[in-house]
């Protein structure tokens, strides 16, 4: 696999310039294929992609999976553009970059799996790669329960508004849809699969005449509306917020300077942050909190130990 946010420099401006560039262009990628099921307004799939927090939740995450989520959403489009106008040259495109984006995260595998249940020439390109790694594909499906990102049902409820996408959703991707939802049950992670499909859904109850034709029909519209709009401030507002942040990076230094080339115990969200700047984290990724032994400690917990530096809400330990 291609790994960027190993080598990628730790400067915090870059890292929320790279991780927005990528989200933006996975917002293009679901304009694109809202557009291809509604030339007219297509690109208000983009917008309501905002009712669920999956993708921007996922787009907050610097690890390799973000640099796959706009070849997938692009691998989509083409994959329905194959569907609505009946050339198979786009089955050759969703390939090829399907291809690409395995090579930054396997997961991409799924889609592949999805888009074989449709067609025929992706087919064998499915049932090749999933007899060569069926294993590790099963183990990595089956919910973790001591894994935040890996516990089973949540993804559901967090489609949040994106679920009026299912009364309207086009046949041609009931298919995927389905695959998608089950995944999305097994482990939070997956859950971002469906927006963009379902964000097709949505607009595709937008643009319903028969709802039109209901008395609360179109107040509903105006209120899906407004909502999503809402939304993308919302979120644009928890962007400028989120981490990293300066003094996270300077704990984490710290720590690392600390330990003296020994392993730093933390939270497990700070992990990557210590992986990034070369030291040794105790854990990372999502999970549940690990106790903490001798040693040096970054933590936001109050422990019974000296404290070496403070740093906002994080505190550097020596335990």
């Known amino acids: 696999m291609i790994s960027l946010t190993n080598s ?10 790279a991780l927005f560039l ?20 297509g690109w208000m799939a983009a917008l309501f992609s905002f009712l669920s927090p999956n993708l921007f939740f996922e787009a907050t ?3 390799n999976d973000q640099f796959a989520t706009p070849l997938l959403i692009f691998a989509c489009y083409f994959f329905y553009k194959a569907r609505l106008t009946g050339q198979e040259k786009y089955d050759i495109y969703t390939l090829c970059l399907l291809i690409v984006a395995a090579g930054f995260w396997q997961g991409a595998i799924y889609f592949l799996i999805a888009f074989a249940l449709s067609s025929l020439a992706l087919l064998l390109p499915a049932l090749a790669v999933t007899f060569y790694s069926y294993k590790k594909l099963v183990a990595s499906t089956i919910p973790i329960t001591s894994v935040v990102e890996s516990q089973a049902l949540a993804g559901i409820a967090m489609i949040g508004g994106l679920a009026i996408g299912y009364a309207k959703l086009p046949k041609q991707m009931w298919p995927q849809v389905a695959l998608f939802t089950l995944l999305a049950a097994l482990q939070v992670k997956f859950a971002w699969f469906l927006v963009p499909l379902l964000s097709v859904g949505v607009l595709a109850f937008y643009n319903s005449e028969k709802v039109d034709r209901k008395a609360i029909g ?6 899906l509306l407004s909502a999503a709009v809402v939304l993308v401030v919302a979120w644009g507002v928890v962007t400028v917020m989120h981490p990293p942040h300066e003094y996270q990076w300077q704990a984490v230094e710290f720590a690392i300077q600390e330990a003296n080339g020994g392993m730093v115990q933390n939270d497990w969200n700070l992990g990557y942050f210590i992986f990034y700047k070369g030291g040794t984290p105790l854990q990372w990724g999502g999970g549940k909190q690990m106790a903490f032994g001798k040693g040096i400690v970054v933590t936001r917990q109050h422990l019974e130990c000296e404290v070496l530096e403070t740093f906002q809400d994080l505190n550097v330990w020596k335990c």
């Open 61 to 63: 995450k610097f690890e």
């Open 22 to 41: 990528l989200f933006f262009v996975s917002l293009i990628g679901i304009a694109c294929l809202g557009k291809a099921f509604y030339p007219k307004n």
């Open 218 to 223: 179109k107040s509903f519209k105006g209120v």
């Open 8 to 17: 990628f420099n730790c400067n915090i401006l870059a890292i929320k310039v």
